[in-house]
């Protein structure tokens, strides 16, 4: 914050421009470990994430037979549709949300924490957090110069949680998977009318007449705050010209931003409405979500989006299925048949949400081809098995085409022990991002070299 006898409005210049000031990510916010390189490429490549929370009973997801000619088990039934567009990926672990000697609980946070940062999480209830710059930022780093937005955070319930969420953690670990620093997590959003405000402003549609409009106003407000950041610079002390150097590097971000935007107005998009707000179902709400992340990709408005389809520990009931008790307490059946029956019947439900997105990728066209083709999207959990909190044998599987060079309808299995960043250091490849290490990774993926 600029402390002076003159106040800026930051907040509302916020929701004025519907869009996020955030400064860029900076080579210094990157671990050593992490030092990507962009190859040179000449098709937009995508990469998104969807989190499924509280782990799962393994016996329903994980295939018995390798290969292509897999049995599909009753959570993979639910993704029969897009059955060749996806690898799943059996045997990876993640020793970083494995609890330390002593450490007791708290598996669920250091699942979400670790699971794009691969970084410990630091035990803490108070603000001083701190894991890792997250897999989605440091290739939103690279692939997202060209886009208005570097990336889009989302998720399917509200991310107010606050204090501490689970054995000692503070609830920010929780509440999201994005890490812009090892410091800065990002929110995600559950309001979809907030999303579609922050891809196109606030605006009712998106018509190019619309959008132009929109343009227009925010490129004003912009040149008006420019001229009062000009004025009240010429009375700050060297520490806070500092800051305000920082400030008008968000400006010059957001002025980027207008400037793709003015350069894309009069593409035609599909008609879509502004959403009115979350709706009461949650296959709706979702499917509006993922709705709004293919617009984005299709819009070039960005090309990195992370989703959460519930928070770990989350206790949401799913009466759209059929299920009154809260998630996480029938995660622990116990060995139960009646709780692992209906907990599958969860676990089947968000893939079919994760189906509907695939579909839409697949049938939305991007070229000679789909916007899946040139995309690469991991799906699934920091946790296996959901009743003992185990962090080995992950459920896990990568989508795309063939622009991403993923070569679907398969099911392979890693030697025993092999890090879960090994897997998300092969995909950044495949995106066409050189890395040397990522988190806990010792190699790459070298079995899935057909992807």
């Known amino acids: 914050m600029i402390v002076t006898k003159r106040h800026i409005a930051r907040r509302t210049f916020l929701r004025g421009m519907g869009v996020t000031l955030a400064l860029p990510l900076l080579d210094s916010m ?4 992490a030092t990507p390189r962009l190859v040179a490429s000449t098709r937009a490549k995508r990469f998104a994430v969807v989190y499924i929370p509280n782990g799962l009973y393994m016996p329903m997801w994980t295939p018995k037979a390798v290969g292509t000619g897999y049995e599909a088990t009753p959570i993979l039934e639910a993704l029969a549709s897009v059955r060749e567009h996806f690898v799943v990926v059996s045997g990876l672990s993640h020793k970083p949300a494995v609890s330390l000697p002593g450490e007791g609980a708290g598996d669920h946070v250091r699942a979400s924490a670790t699971f794009l940062t691969g970084v410990r999480p630091k035990r803490t209830e108070g603000a001083d957090i701190r894991a890792g710059v997250s897999l989605d930022q440091i290739i939103a780093k690279e692939i997202g ?3 208005q937005l570097e990336s889009l955070e989302m ?3 509200s991310n107010d949680l606050a204090g501490s969420c689970e054995a ?4 920010a670990y929780a509440n999201t998977l994005a890490w812009r620093t090892e410091t800065t997590p990002l929110p995600m959003e ?3 009318r907030a999303v579609f405000e922050r891809m196109f402003g606030d605006t009712d549609s998106t018509t190019p007449a619309a959008r132009f409009a929109r343009i227009q106003q925010d490129r004003s407000v912009l040149d008006a705050l420019r001229a009062d950041v000009a004025r009240l610079g010429k009375s700050l002390g060297t520490g806070d010209r500092s800051k305000l150097t920082q400030y008008l590097d968000a400006i010059r971000d957001v002025e980027r931003r207008i400037q793709k935007a003015e350069a894309r107005h009069v593409t035609e998009l599909p008609l879509f409405e502004r959403p009115l707000g979350i ?3 949650y296959d709706e709400h979702s499917r509006l979500m993922f709705d709004l992340q293919v617009l984005a990709f299709q819009s070039d408005i960005t090309r990195v989006t992370t989703m959460m389809l519930a928070r770990e520990t989350s206790q949401r009931p ?3 299925v059929g299920i009154s008790d809260g998630h996480h307490g029938l995660s622990h059946h116990g060995g139960d048949a009646d709780k692992i029956q209906r907990v599958t019947k969860i676990n089947v439900f968000h893939a079919k949400q994760f189906a509907y997105f695939l579909e839409k990728m697949t049938s939305t066209a991007d070229g000679d ?3 899946l083709d040139n995309s690469v999207i991991m799906y699934g959990c920091g946790i296996s098995d959901s009743n003992s909190h185990l962090h080995s044998d992950l459920p896990i599987l990568v989508a795309g085409g063939t622009g991403s060079q993923i070569k679907g309808g398969r099911h392979i299995r890693m030697p025993e022990g092999t890090p879960l960043t090994n897997l998300q250091l092969t995909l950044v490849e495949k995106l066409g991002i050189q890395m040397e290490r990522f988190g806990d990774s010792n190699g790459h993926v070298e079995d899935v070299s057909a992807l």
Do not use: K
């Open 279 to 281: 709706p009461s179902s």
């Open 30 to 33: 990157i671990p050593a470990f």
């Open 190 to 192: 559950n309001d979809p």
């Open 145 to 147: 110069r060209e886009t």
């Open 168 to 171: 000692g953690y503070s609830c």
């Open 155 to 157: 998720c399917l319930e």
């Open 369 to 371: 081809g789909s916007l």
């Open 318 to 320: 799913y009466p759209e």
